[in-house]
């Protein structure tokens, strides 16, 4: 029988199993925005918290329940509604929701899952384009909550080799800032930022029918030669990204197509090195997008040596560059707008330096930039863990680019936000 730790977040407080465990994690975050003329209709200043209960028990020696319970508010107007939220009109409301709640049975070569769990895919540090398998809360772009898919899934390891299986049964958008919101700003669509749509027209969201052809399935295999870490699958899903369809005058339906998916990734250690590559390629069904090909390349390297000499104990430093092919640029009349102006990190250059002092203080720095656009994002975080349960955050973040761009269009957003993050 294998022996394997594992590390999935779980469900609501539970008792009654003597191999129960449970587990509070608490955020708040306070943000203060520059003042423009722009900007007057917004609070200078707004509040973001989230509290996570965790929980896992072992039924039996063979199974294990697992779930997560998430609880959002935003001080920002309209945060979306989860499963357990009042339907109400006023323009602050909470969020809850169940992020995870699955089954893990174990096997002697295979373990089941069943019910809503996270799916992570991808070998770069911070942006991996085939990780397409997770969903998002996204109420403020700072600090999106990742949520699980529904899903029947399986790992069968063959040794040190691992085949995965999964079939997704249902599709789930969950909620982006709303209209009043400072992350909307004045575009019609949060997914259509480039401005070819007019702020006039009406959107309407396409809802699937449960039918089997509205059906996902994942296959994966990941292996590893010597110290290369490799994996590879096939799947079928609704794509990442919307495209627009005419329906009457000024008036659209936007539409997650369903595709097909191939992707391939790598991952080399090399001393204090660290080398990767995802790429994923997307055939779209129906002809109702362009088929195209994402893929990040990086490096991270972790320096202690040299770094003492800077009375550090380490400095961290990642660099990626994520760019787009196009495979076929023809889709089908019926779409009036491609989803190319939607999707991120095209042509990009990502980088991340993290100088850290000890156990309880460290200085990171991100940037993220369009090479053809010439809009970025930057942030300064300053973390200070008070003690194991306990941290303290400092972050600046700043916004350039022009109109229509991915971040352009938050460019009067630069903010400072203090947070605090508590375990227990």
């Known amino acids: 029988m294998r022996t394997r730790k594992l590390f999935f977040l779980s469900a609501m407080a539970v008792s009654f199993s003597a191999n129960a465990s449970m587990d509070y994690d608490y955020s708040v975050y ?7 003329e722009n900007t007057k209709k917004y609070d200078q200043n707004e509040l973001f918290t989230s509290l996570k209960i965790n929980n896992k028990f072992d039924i039996t020696d063979e199974i294990q329940f697992n779930s997560s319970i998430i609880a959002l508010y935003s001080s920002s107007a309209k945060n979306q509604n989860g499963i357990f939220t009042a339907n109400n009109l006023r323009d602050t409301i909470p969020y809850v929701d169940i992020a995870k709640m699955y089954l893990t049975f174990f096997g002697e070569n295979i373990d089941i899952y069943l ?31 990742q949520v699980g898919e529904y899903t029947l899934s399986a790992d069968y390891y063959l040794n040190d080799d691992k085949i995965s299986m999964s079939v997704f049964p249902s599709n789930i958008h969950y909620g982006k800032p709303d209209q009043k919101s400072r992350w909307y700003q004045d575009e019609k669509d949060y997914d259509f930022f480039s401005g070819s749509v007019s702020s006039t027209s009406l959107i309407y969201e396409e809802n699937k029918d449960s039918s089997i052809n509205n059906w996902g399935f994942l296959v994966k295999y990941s292996a590893m030669i010597d110290s ?16 627009l369809k005419k329906r009457g005058v000024n008036a659209y339906e936007k539409i997650y197509p369903n ?16 080398y990767y590559m995802d790429l994923i390629y997307q055939h779209t069904l129906n002809n109702l997008d362009q ?5 990040t390349v990086g490096f991270k ?15 961290a430093l990642i660099i990626e560059y994520a760019g787009q092919m196009i495979a076929d640029d023809k889709y089908s009349s019926d779409v009036d707008q491609n989803s190319n102006g939607s999707r991120i990190n095209k042509n990009n250059a990502i980088l991340s330096v993290e100088f ?29 863990n008070y003690n194991d349960n306990t941290t303290f955050y400092v972050s600046a973040y700043f916004y350039q680019g022009s109109e229509g761009t991915f971040f352009g269009r938050w460019k009067e957003n630069d903010n400072i936000e203090l947070g605090f993050n508590y375990k227990f």
């Open 259 to 274: 595709a097909a998916f191939l992707a391939l990734g790598l991952l080399q250690v090399v001393e204090e090195n660290k």
């Open 356 to 384: 850290k002092k000890d156990a309880n203080l460290s200085y990171r720095y991100s940037y993220n930039t369009s090479m053809e656009k010439n809009d970025s994002s930057q942030n300064h975080t300053i973390k200070y």
């Open 291 to 295: 088929d195209y090909v994402n893929y």
């Open 30 to 36: 306070t943000n203060s925005f520059k003042k423009t």
């Open 115 to 145: 019910g809503k769990k996270e799916i992570k895919v991808g070998k770069a540090e911070l942006y991996s384009p085939s990780d397409i398998f997770g969903k998002s809360i996204i109420v403020t772009p700072q600090h999106s909550e």
């Open 301 to 315: 390297h972790r320096q202690t040596d040299y770094a003492k000499y800077l009375d550090l104990e380490e400095v």
């Open 228 to 243: 290369l870490e490799y994996y590879t699958y096939v799947s079928k899903k609704e794509a990442l990204y919307p495209v």
